[in-house]
């Protein structure tokens, strides 16, 4: 046979709606209750709970239990890169309210992509690493200069550490909405959590958007040499 057949097992588990919704939400890189997830899937917890089941099956989707709580988490990062790229080739949802509208402009301004910022600050900001000759682009990979790793270590990131991590170090992941590659890996990780720590950006609740504060305007300007 020339193709693996169990890639029709994934593509089913990607083709219910509320399954799809969820994994979506679960983009943010957070560990979520079935309830939340019901509530962002507007479906009932139990109808949730048999969908998440399916999820943790198909090893898409990763459950911890604390008492008698169960968290639900994407398995990792490959499938949070997997799931961008299906939105990056997905149709645009049909905005049928004002806050959904509002949501989404959000989304597209600046969001979590798993565990890294993506949207056009995102792709903005890596766009200014590789300008500054901070990041170089070869084969769907950042490279970090030797300019780079200074740059970087002065910011306040421990490279060693990050590159200790057993993941992709710094991979390109194509934005579903500015259609461009932004900035992954742990690299991108420990870039969004340095932000998130300096008070430069903050969660907006319920979604997976990146609120810019006034300090991060300032930061960004200052050390990125973007107006946000």
Same mark, same amino acid.
């Given at each position: 046979?020339?193709?693996?057949?169990?890639?029709?097992?994934?593509?089913?588990?990607?083709?219910?709606?509320?399954?799809?919704?969820?994994?979506?939400?679960?983009?943010?890189?957070?560990?979520?209750?079935?309830?939340? *997830?019901?509530?962002?899937? +507007? /479906?009932? =917890?139990?109808?949730?709970?048999?969908? $998440?089941?399916?999820?943790?099956?198909? &090893? !898409?989707?990763?459950?911890?239990?604390?008492?008698?709580?169960?968290?639900?988490?994407?398995?990792?990062?490959?499938?949070?890169?997997? *799931?961008?790229?299906?939105? +990056? /080739?997905? =149709?645009?949802?049909?905005?049928?309210? $004002?806050?959904?509208?509002?949501?989404? &402009? !959000?989304?597209?301004?600046?969001?979590?992509?798993?565990?890294?910022?993506?949207?056009?600050?995102?792709?903005?900001?890596?766009?200014? *690493?590789?300008?500054?000759?901070?990041?170089?682009?070869?084969?769907?990979?950042?490279?970090?200069?030797?300019?780079?790793?200074?740059?970087?270590?002065?910011?306040?990131?421990?490279?060693?550490?990050?590159?200790?991590?057993?993941?992709?170090?710094?991979?390109?992941?194509?934005?579903?909405?500015?259609?461009?590659?932004?900035?992954?890996?742990?690299?991108?990780?420990?870039?969004?959590?340095?932000?998130?720590?300096?008070?430069?950006?903050?969660?907006?609740?319920?979604?997976?958007?990146?609120?810019?504060?006034?300090?991060?305007?300032?930061?960004?300007?200052?050390?990125?040499?973007?107006?946000?």
């Amino acid at each position: 046979m020339g193709i693996n057949p169990n890639m029709a097992e994934i593509a089913s588990l990607l083709g219910e709606t509320s399954r799809a919704t969820m994994l979506a939400s679960m983009m943010d890189g957070r560990f979520h209750t079935a309830s939340e *997830l019901a509530y962002m899937a +507007a /479906i009932k =917890p139990q109808t949730a709970s048999f969908h $998440l089941a399916k999820l943790v099956e198909g &090893k !898409l989707v990763k459950v911890e239990k604390q008492g008698r709580h169960r968290y639900f988490q994407l398995a990792d990062e490959e499938i949070a890169h997997l *799931l961008e790229s299906f939105l +990056a /080739i997905s =149709p645009p949802p049909e905005v049928r309210s $004002l806050k959904q509208s509002s949501q989404m &402009k !959000l989304l597209q301004g600046a969001r979590t992509c798993y565990d890294h910022l993506a949207g056009k600050l995102g792709v903005q900001l890596t766009d200014s *690493l590789i300008n500054a000759g901070y990041l170089k682009l070869e084969e769907k990979q950042f490279l970090i200069t030797s300019e780079g790793a200074q740059f970087f270590t002065d910011f306040g990131l421990d490279l060693d550490d990050l590159k200790r991590k057993r993941r992709s170090f710094s991979h390109a992941c194509l934005d579903w909405s500015e259609r461009r590659y932004h900035l992954a890996g742990a690299l991108g990780q420990g870039m969004l959590t340095h932000f998130l720590s300096l008070g430069w950006v903050t969660r907006v609740p319920s979604i997976r958007a990146i609120k810019v504060t006034e300090k991060g305007r300032a930061g960004f300007k200052e050390v990125f040499q973007l107006d946000v």
